[in-house]
């Protein structure tokens, strides 16, 4: 049963018995299955290397499955047509350890270019950049440029942008990656909240502090495989991770 | 949906990408410009031969028939309509002795020697003719050995009088000019293809966090693409305007009229500026789409 007491919907994210193996002959991922439901937050945690990266990846059909299925809202990745890519992007919303901030913009013009080249013709621009600001605790930073931010404030920003098309799913890949512990908990907050939004939420990192604290859904995955998933309440054979 | 703000954001990132990149878009901007130059040269050559092959054409496919000077007026007027009435025969006209002397006095300025045979008793020696327009060049020959064995015909050494070998020479001269400007253009044309898509090529990669934004956020492949062809097609259209500014100069300049456009006409200037605006343009864009096809795999 769902948070609600109601029958769970039908999964948002669906991974079928995937493995990816790259071009080089690395194998990144073995046979992994899981499921996230909507309005679900969930820890992908690993060393880094363990496969969790291309689990985004998939996910953002940066890369396809070498076997199995990766399902987003009922759509499998594999059969996805190029030209319907950004669709599948529109209904996300992504951040990187690295922000990806264009430096050359203001922190305003860095939200609304995320709507500026999907949706240009979309009115209220101002006010929904402004709205993904206030959620993300910058409002008083429009005009201030990346470089004038720190890092927590940099990925802020990101997050902002992320979250001004309003996704259903929001994906962070090691969103703390480069931040101090304390910043590192005030975006762990902030994601959560986007969470209690109604946003599907799935936070891929290493720092099991962190996910220690948040007492939410953790997948841990070791050398391509996932060796834990507390939903299912079990461990998997073959897994070292820690409960 | 409202296409304004997109144009503008395409119109506006072209621009951007001519701007942050001016270096690589000169160079662009001259290979193309070279190319145009070198395409609109060779256009404006070849139609300037072409131009004198028919005037000389019209004046080859004249065929001058020499008459007797013992042939009567009734004889003449005989020959005339039958030749007129032939399919190949577009005009035929009767230029008689004094037309003639009058032709070579103001046309050729033989007036005195005319006047010195005068007054020597020698009369006027050139023949009456018979001038025949024909339909096409290749008819001259036929009307002139069907009309050469004419009793009524002058039998001097040159019982008529037309140019058969002009036009042979000129279309070899036509062919040769072709051959050299499509060479040159698809040499330079080449050579311009490959420099606009490094140069747009630079443009991605100066832009390449920029398009990792735009696929992450979802946006369309051709919203990426839109601003990178733009600035081709601007780098191209940049490169007609000069090219065809040089080829205007040189006209002015060196042209055989007095005024812009005389020598090769309004009308072909105006189509050759607008083939180079065309020209420019495509050259630009597919040079752009073949540079930024790289930069949008996903």
Known sequence: MGRTGQPPARPIIVFERVSKTYEN????????????????????VGASGAGKSTMVRLLIREEVASRGHVLVDGQD???????????????MGIVFQDYKLLPNLT???????????????RRH??????????????????????????????????????????????????????LDPDTSWGIVQLL????????????????????????????????????RDEAQGQYLQGGTATP | MNPFPAIRFVLRSALQNVVRNLGISLASLLTVTLTLLGAGGAVVVVHA????????????????????DHVSLQSIVELETQLAGQRQVVRAQFESKDAAARQACHGLGLCSALNTLRSTGGGNPLPASLNLKLRNISAVTTINNEVRTSPLIFQGAHPTDYNPDVIPRLERYILIAQIAGAVLVAVI??????????????????????????????ASEWFIRWPFIFEGMIIGI????VAAGILIGVEFLFGSGHALFLGIGLHFALVVIAGLLVAGALLGGFGSMVGIRRSLAV
């Open chain 1, 77 to 91: 990745l594999r059969r996805l047509r190029r030209r319907q890519l950004p669709r599948l992007r529109r209904k």
């Open chain 1, 107 to 121: 922190v305003e013009q860095n939200v609304a270019f995320a709507i500026q080249v999907t949706n240009p013709g």
């Open chain 2, 49 to 68: 031969l072409d131009a004198v092959l028919h005037s000389e054409e019209s004046q080859a496919s004249v065929l001058k028939v020499f008459l007797a």
């Open chain 1, 25 to 44: 002959g690395n194998p990144a991922l073995e046979d992994v299955s899981f499921q996230v439901h909507p309005k679900d937050f969930l820890f992908v």
């Open chain 2, 238 to 241: 940049a490169s007609a305007v």
């Open chain 2, 189 to 218: 044309g080449a050579v311009a293809l490959v420099i606009i898509t490094i140069s747009i090529r630079t443009a991605a990669y100066v832009r390449r966090r920029e398009i990792e934004i735009m696929k992450l956020v979802g």
């Open chain 1, 192 to 227: 959560l909240q986007i969470n209690h939004r109604g946003t599907t939420v799935l936070v891929a990192t290493h720092n099991r502090e962190i996910v220690d604290l948040c007492r939410q859904r953790v997948i841990a995955v070791e050398g391509g495989r996932i060796v």
């Open chain 1, 125 to 178: 621009l101002k006010e929904k950049v402004a709205e993904a600001l206030y959620i993300v605790g910058l409002e008083d930073k429009l005009l201030s440029y990346p470089g004038q931010l720190s890092g927590g404030e940099q990925q802020r920003v990101a997050i902002a942008r992320a979250l001004v098309h309003r996704p259903r799913i929001f994906l962070a890949d090691e969103p703390t990656g480069n």
